[in-house]
């Protein structure tokens, strides 16, 4: 029975691989590009800007790298891309564009923008020295030294060129600008912590805040001297990594650390002259309602509705009332905006489509707490509602653009009422009235921009058509005023009035900027999202009599006409005149590159290819190891195609051992593109094990097996977590040594036969949240449970059919008394076989797991252990066991020097109780206690991997329990 499962699981895997979907490819000179086939026209755009982006990076950077291969995939609704070098260089991107309220919302073509960040990670990674090249033609692709930089570095150059070749980019970014002249000023960030990890806000995104600022500041004068590509360069030729000062000094005569100073100097300096001249104009007051981070604000009976959080913390639903908060709950869901009708919550948010994430129009009901999806194909992006109706206006991707539909939540009823065929990006729709429609755009035609909409004649007007960054639009329709943000006065976001094309009155002075503003007609003041230093935008209330209205003298020059707005024919790129000609000035880019190269009517030549092998199975990963131990000496090649969260993954290892002479291979291939996930593995595997007995002395032993596996999970799980249901199974052959082995203390010393077979099945349930997934390096806080049954026809020391099943829950909890939390694991486990033995282990490590199983099988119940005993101790039918921690977090050290690459981040205490109940029988428990405590160190090495030092004791109460103390490595369950 169990083989017959088994053969139908390889069945249903190969029914569904989808390895010769409708995939393209189009090959030029430098590039080949796969495309799913609907991005047809997106991909003959990105092989030209590709092309174009390549021959502005080499000039500038020295280096060409080899011939690069691009991934167009759409399996997520999020702006963003990546970059591989190994074995080849590979970028990977998301055809979806950023919104306007994001710091990639400073652009002009989002796609070329894209495509220049990523580029320049390969153009900059991949130059090296002669001896890297050396040992790459001998081993395969394997050293890559530009890799082993501080992130700031490398981001930091990404963002640098990707504001340098397209006019725009975060560098230019007024949002941008607006949070590193806030954090400028309330943090003192070291060259070390931007070097390293950082817990304070914002996170992983200082490296590319601080890290573009920097490198524009070190090159912005010096740029046609080179200093950039010859720090490559030297960086790139160096023997021993991480001599980063090094190299910059011989081009340059500097070191980072004295550059790094005088930047964070006059960048506060800049800050502070400018906080003082807005003063002097007089900030705008305000009243600061949440300081939690704000994602949408919208109006619900009169009331302020109010979504705040995110992802990474607990979300909240709030509703304001016009002086205080008035109900407050936990809304556990990321979303982009809410809206709520009566007792129904609306929003966009992520739904689990296949192995893609698409943003999807829900429903919550706050009685019954059920949650829907409204429409089932639409990717909304951004939504309102009509006042005066039940009318929706939404924002829908379509293949990388965006349109306008109409939809009737009573009804049903939909129409789309716009139909832009390029790039167009749309965002903060309103309603003017029933009949009319505000949004924001950006396309080919001009930056963003604010547009109303005609609903019956779906005519299009432009409000404003100018080089400014004009977002998030709302409107008073008690007085006839609309309302909107724009950086026209000191690349500062403030609201302004407008009345017409050339009549735009300021009515808000901030020193940092705001994103978001909203109009609330009862309550008669405006609501916005004001950046903070502290944790991102809060939310604040600004009276009307507060608005400064001061008339905005409109200059000419700064009007986008038809002389200065360049249209590329045979590419969606546009890019005006102005933006190009500032920044030429401040950065002494050659003009003529921008002109002859971005701007260049010349056509690419490429390939066109309707076949493609599907492009998650290009290998991402290539690495041969060599490695030497008391019981292993071998020599592998390792190729995959990274990780498991890809379409299609899989996993191949070849190696040779010379303790058992003997070859080793692995494979395992597993595909995440349905609704059902499948994978299937094979390996030939030597072992040499040192945990068996022979006379009552450990030694190793030697073991043969060929192993061939499967399983099939089903998921619902959403972006806030993980849930499926899985089968694995799984065949082995096995051949062993003749030797006898005595399980001591054990009473029966089983015989291992010279052959062996096995099936195994193995079903279960298994639920991680979304804290658990995002993981700190050593620390793994959130919960999860996994129930697992399993069934083996043989088992291999009683030659008999057992039977197990196994529990596990995870619980973390924070504590907000001393800076501490609890931490505690429960496991179950209880087997059967029908002469009496069985497979729980305890004090230890329990036998080896098959490779492969490791590799697919994601869910094994593991990690038992009870401290203060030895290992592999104790053996039972049936066991208990839950480990309990009390940690205390005693000092966030931060103790680093420049880009020294060992960063000690933190010291934390915690005290420890073991508990296990132990029996060979079902219902006759032998209870076993352990205590301790432990000191521990977080730090990180290299820049980026962190390690937990610990140094700790451990007693066993009961017999057989021991004093042990201990000083190494571990990690935290």
Not at 67 to 79: A, Q
Not at 125 to 134: D, N, Q, V, Y
Not at 487 to 505: G, P
Request: proline share 4%.
């Amino acid at each position: 029975m169990i083989k017959k499962i088994f053969y139908i699981i390889i069945l249903i895997s190969l029914i569904q691989n989808p390895l010769f979907g409708e995939w393209k490819t189009i090959e030029s000179k430098n590039f080949k590009l796969s495309y799913e086939s609907d991005f047809e026209l997106m991909a003959q755009k990105a092989i030209e800007d590709l092309e174009a982006a390549h021959k502005l990076l080499i000039k500038y950077l020295k280096n060409t790298p080899p011939k690069t291969r691009v991934v167009i995939s759409d399996t997520v609704d999020d702006s963003n891309g990546f970059a591989r070098l190994l074995p080849f260089p590979l970028i990977h991107l998301y055809p979806y564009p950023p919104e306007t309220d994001s710091e990639l919302g400073y652009y002009s073509d989002w796609l070329f923008s894209l495509l220049v960040h990523e580029y320049t990670h390969t153009v900059h990674l991949t130059s090296m020295g002669a001896i890297h090249k050396f040992i790459n033609s001998i081993l395969g692709p394997t050293v890559t030294p530009s890799q082993l930089l501080p992130k700031w570095i490398i981001e930091g150059i990404a963002v640098y060129f990707e504001s340098q070749l397209t006019g725009r980019g975060r560098v230019n970014s007024p949002y941008y600008q607006m949070m590193f002249r806030t954090s400028i000023l309330h943090h003192n960030f070291s060259l070390a912590e931007i070097s390293n990890i950082t817990t304070i806000y914002p996170y992983g995104g200082l490296y590319y805040l601080y890290g573009a600022f920097f490198i524009y500041y070190l090159f912005q004068n010096d740029y046609n001297k080179s200093e950039l590509a010859s720090f490559i360069k030297n960086y790139g030729e160096q023997l021993i990594p991480y001599g980063i000062n090094g190299a910059y000094k011989k081009g340059s005569n500097k070191t980072f650390e004295n550059c790094y100073d005088d930047f964070i100097k006059e960048k506060k300096q800049e800050a502070k002259n400018l906080l003082a001249k807005l003063e002097l104009q007089k900030l705008t007051k305000y009243k600061e309602i949440l300081k939690e981070r704000v994602k949408s604000i919208s109006i619900f009976n009169d009331k302020l509705l109010i979504y705040s959080g995110g992802a990474e913390d607990l979300s909240k639903k709030s509703i304001y009332d016009g002086e205080k908060i008035v109900d407050s709950i936990p809304f556990k869901r990321a979303v982009s905006n809410i809206i709520q009708i009566d007792n129904t919550l609306f929003y966009s948010s992520f739904e689990r489509v296949k192995n893609s994430y698409f943003r999807l129009l829900k429903r919550y009901n706050l009685d019954n707490l059920e949650e829907s999806t409204e429409l089932e194909k639409l990717r909304v992006v951004s939504f309102t509602k009509d006042e005066n109706s039940y009318n929706f206006a939404l924002v829908v991707n379509e293949l990388g653009k965006h349109n306008i539909y109409i939809y009737n939540i009573l009804t049903k009823k939909i129409s789309k009422i716009t139909e832009f065929t390029s790039l167009t990006t749309l965002d903060s729709p309103i309603f003017k009235n029933s009949d009319k429609i505000i949004v924001t755009i950006n396309n080919n035609d001009n930056f963003w921009d604010i547009i109303e909409i005609d609903i019956a004649t779906k005519k299009i007007t432009y409000l404003t058509k100018d080089n400014f960054y004009n977002i998030s639009p709302t409107y008073d329709s008690e007085n006839k005023k609309l309302y909107y943000i724009s950086n026209r006065e000191d690349n500062i976001l403030n609201l302004y009035e407008y009345k017409n094309s050339l009549n735009i009155i300021k009515q808000t002075n901030f020193f940092s900027g705001i994103v978001k503003v909203l109009y609330h007609p009862t309550l008669k003041k405006f609501y916005a999202s004001l950046y903070r230093a502290e944790n991102g935008f809060g939310l604040i209330e600004i009276e009307p009599e507060n608005l400064i209205n001061n008339s905005i003298e409109f200059k000419n020059n700064n009007l986008l006409t038809d002389k200065n707005s360049i249209n590329l024919e045979n590419s969606n790129i546009s890019i005006d005149k102005n933006s190009i000609e500032y920044f030429n000035n401040i950065n002494k880019i050659d003009s003529n590159d921008i002109n002859q190269i971005i701007l260049s009517k010349d056509r690419v030549d490429y390939k066109k290819y309707d076949f493609s092998i599907f492009p998650e199975i290009l290998p991402k990963s290539f690495s041969p190891n060599i490695e030497s131990s008391n019981f292993k000496n071998q020599i592998s090649i390792d190729l995959s195609n990274s990780d498991v969260r890809d379409l299609i993954y899989y996993q191949s290892i070849l190696g040779y051992d010379f303790d058992i002479d003997d070859i080793f291979f692995t494979f395992y291939i597993g595909d995440n593109s349905h609704s059902i996930r499948y994978s299937l593995g094979y390996g030939f595997t030597p072992l040499i094990m040192n945990n068996f007995y022979v006379n009552g002395v450990q030694k190793e032993y030697l073991a043969q097996y060929h192993s061939f596996s499967g399983s099939i999970s089903f998921p619902f799980s959403d972006i806030n977590g993980s849930n499926f249901l899985y089968i694995s199974s799984a065949y082995r052959w096995f051949t062993f040594s003749k030797l006898e082995y005595e399980y001591s203390p054990w009473d029966i010393p089983p015989k291992l036969p010279e052959q062996f077979e096995r099936f195994f099945l193995s079903f279960g349930y298994y639920y991680g949240d979304l804290d658990y997934l995002i993981k700190t390096p050593g620390v793994s806080n959130g919960n999860s449970l996994n129930i697992q049954f399993s069934l083996r026809d043989k088992d291999i020391m009683s030659l008999e059919n057992y039977i197990s099943f196994a529990l596990q829950y995870k619980f973390y909890k924070p504590i907000p008394i001393f800076y501490s939390s609890i931490a505690a694991r429960y496991t179950y486990s209880l087997s059967y076989s029908e002469n009496g033995l069985y497979s729980n282990f305890i004090g230890g490590y329990p036998p080896a797991t098959s490779f492969i199983d490791s590799l697919i099988d994601r869910t094994a119940i593991s990690g038992i252990f009870l401290r203060g005993y030895p290992m592999q101790y104790f053996k039972s039918i049936a066991l208990n066991i839950l480990n309990l921690e009390y940690r205390v977090h005693i000092w966030e050290s931060n103790i680093g020097y420049a880009t020294i690459p060992v960063y000690i981040h933190e010291f934390y205490f915690k005290v420890f109780y073991d508990v296990a109940s132990i029996s060979k029988k079902l219902f006759d428990f032998e209870p076993k206690h352990g205590v301790g405590a432990e000191l521990t160190m977080l730090f990180y090495l290299g820049y980026v991997e962190g390690y937990n030092f610990s140094l700790g004791y451990s007693y066993g109460l009961n017999t057989g329990g021991e004093h042990q103390y201990y000083f190494n490595f571990t990690s935290l369950f």
